[in-house]
């Protein structure tokens, strides 16, 4: 009898640990956002009280201009990112399904991007962007003479240059699954389709691309997820950039929270920036289990 | 033989320990008053700029002549502000001694955060006879000591709680090339341009003048590569310091003697407008420029002048790291109406939640003492704090030699007592972050001078109404 009462109780004790681990990490963390979300709470002001404001604080974003251009930074930064690195990354993986010489060896640096933390890609990104000393800036000059110009630090070319950055560095990520995905596919539909006399952009159009439909969503999807947070990246090439061209909403958010301190108004964005994203995974959901 | 080695060997440590012995007894009142503190670690934390940077030499020194064991951590300015910050709201009492700026120094005080000195000085056993208080220039003081600064009577008075002793006295001031502004083939060329002497500006508009004159391409490649002047036009506080320079020598400000916001007036417009005009003769790179690229601009010979930090002297005379060793001079920043010359500074504080403040004291004490300013100076870092290192006969030696770094101190004794300072107010991270980012729009030409400034003032006002 003794013996099947424990065992009743072991999975939950196995649980146990990672279960605190959650609560501690994510539950309570999340739980504090949203109570701070409804208060008035400047961190480095403990004379001001903390009130509750309820509704008060979501009202502010309406009238905040900054949140407004942040969004469209983003939204823009997101959307022409992931659409350049889908098509280089799916261009790469359509090559590699020829049989490239040394295809070991292209492949491993050709995902050496990848590898790089982003705050090192943002940083050597910099200096070669750097106006008086890059080397960018220097063949810029030497073979175009475009002189004088400063690619982070002019408004026209600084959101641009950030998301070359990132293309650079995200690219061999939707390379690696789209190749995987296109050599995992079943030769049978391809001969019967060949069989039937399709053309190569046919058999493209209506064999590949549905079968490789989930995969291409789920790595849309993680790419989108991870460049509407991008953060380190934007904070070290330009810190939001000249006159707000590059602030995205993950860096208002650190402003608002680090350099302001004001707790309530922060916690705000950060569940903005939450909600959003919680909408992409539920969009996607649906989209792939059509 | 063996005897004279013998000899030679005490006689040769006992002149060192006569050297040791003068050190303790410069610091016996130290030595004394640590012995109850013996074997205690206290965490400092200090911005990686010259002054802390020399001074965390000299700590090993410290450790020594008390046991007290220093864990010093030297991090950039941005990374001070954040760490102290969240150490302090959080009342974890990490840091016992922490560098803090004179405008974060009100918000930390206001919050509660600092320890009031008073105690402390007033108790003989932890205090340095010699302390002197009235040898810390009184400026240094109420701008990074004393709060709440009794904002009208601006230099003169240093009523309110004393929080800190001055670790280091900044100001910025003008950088220039000397060789340049004095070479006679650019002095006719400059006279027969625009028809008066070429010399160090006094005004914004000679400023203008000689920044246009000098915006040229000197090896004839068809490239400017030489620039008049430089600035900090990052979209960060860098550029809200160093903008100061020209829109206060304006007439602008941001508050009115009776603390109300007065930052949307004409002549801010003006200031910013002139400042921004300015950028055509500068490195294109200007808007990601803050105090470090400026400075590196000015020691690469890129830039001819410049407003900056006094602390970046020591750089401008490094050969490691500069291109006109030797070649720059130091002058007061231009006028328009008046001149106004940014001030700076940061003081030494114990926090709230320290374990160990009587420790933290005594460090806090040595730092800013008589000897180790001198020592800082001496080691070519012009930021002396006290009285006595400006009228220390080394120190003047050095002020005279045209070589050394020093030879800036006569240009921060004139700034000294115009300077112009950023408002002490407990709100100045966010008015410093709303001014910053709307000159970096008027900057960029997304908003015209007088938007950028009414849309800052409106900001202001709101934050301060909170």
Known sequence: ?290 | MKKFLVAGLVIVSFCFSLGDLANAQKWSWLAEAAKPYRGITIHCIHESSQPSMIMSEFVPEFEKITGIKVEMETVPWTDVYKKTSLDLAAGTGVYDEMYVEGEIRSAFAEAGYLEPLDKYIANPKITDPNLDLADFIPECIWATGVYPPDTRNEFRSTKGTLYALSFDNAAMLLFYRKDLLEDPTEKAKFKAEYGYDLAVPVTWDQYRDIAEFFTRDTDGDGRTDLYGCVAQMKRHDAMTCESMNYWYAFGGRIFDDAMNVALDSLKTVEGLRFYISLKKFMPPGVTTYTWDEAGIALAQGLAVMGPEWNEFAPVMDDPAKSKVVGKIGYAITPKKIAHAPMGGGAGAAISRFSKNKEAAWLFVQWATSKEIQKRIALKGCPTPVRLSVFMDPEVAKEAANPQSPLRQLPALLKASGIRAWRPRVPEWPQINEIIFTNWSDAIAGTKTPEEAVSAAAKEIRRVMGE
């Not at chain 1, 933390?117 to 962007?129: D, E, F, N, R, T």
């Not at chain 1, 002189?147 to 950030?162: M, R």
Request: aromatic share 16%; net charge positive; charged share 10%.
């Open chain 1, 1 to 290: 009898m003794g013996k099947f009462k424990e065992q009743r109780y072991l999975p939950y004790l196995f649980l146990f640990p990672t279960l605190l681990v959650l609560l501690w990490i994510t539950i309570f963390p999340f739980g504090y956002i949203l109570y701070l979300s409804v208060h008035r709470y400047y961190l480095l002001k403990p004379w001001v009280p903390r009130i509750f404001l309820g509704v008060k604080n979501f009202v502010e974003l309406f009238t905040d201009e900054m949140f407004k251009n942040t969004i469209v930074v983003t939204v823009s930064f997101t959307l022409i990112s992931v659409a350049v690195e889908f098509l280089v990354g799916l261009g790469l993986a359509l090559i590699f399904t020829l049989n490239v010489k040394a295809e070991r060896l292209i492949i491993s640096l050709l995902i050496a991007p990848m590898v790089v933390a982003p705050v090192a890609a943002g940083l050597l990104w910099g200096s070669m962007y750097n106006a008086e000393f890059g080397i960018i800036s220097y063949f810029l000059d030497r073979l175009f003479g475009v002189t004088g110009i400063s690619l982070l630090g002019d408004v026209k070319t600084a959101f641009l240059s950030c998301v070359i950055v990132d293309v650079w560095q995200w690219s061999p990520f939707m390379f690696i699954i789209l190749l995987a995905g296109l050599k995992s596919l079943p030769n049978a539909p391809f001969e019967a389709a060949r069989i039937d006399g399709a053309s190569t952009l046919q058999l493209f159009r209506y064999i590949t691309l549905p079968i490789l439909k989930p995969i291409i969503l789920v790595v849309l999807l993680i790419r989108t997820i991870d460049a509407f947070k991008t953060f380190d990246t934007l904070y070290v090439l330009t810190g939001g950039g000249p006159a707000s061209t590059t602030e995205t909403l993950s860096l208002y958010t650190y402003r608002v929270n680090f350099t302001y301190f004001n707790m309530g108004y922060g916690a705000v964005l950060a569940l903005v920036l939450l909600i959003i994203i919680i909408g992409f995974c539920v969009m996607f959901n649906k989209l792939v289990s059509r």
